[in-house]
């Protein structure tokens, strides 16, 4: 699975996008939280999440 961050202020905020078939998607779901955040950090060499 491929992640990356686009459209925040830096390198290190912004929406979470997955690839998927090929195509970049968007990741969106009510019950994305601090948990999912992590995930998402560690797996782009981040240690930890500020906020979600």
Do not use: P
């Not at 690839?19 to 981040?46: N, P």
């Amino acid at each position: 699975i491929v992640v990356r961050l686009v459209n925040g202020a830096n390198e290190r905020e912004g929406r979470v996008e997955i690839a998927h078939a090929g195509q970049w998607g968007t990741i969106c779901d009510d019950d994305f939280g601090k948990q999912e955040a992590d995930v998402i950090c560690r797996s782009l060499g981040y240690r930890y999440v500020l906020a979600a």
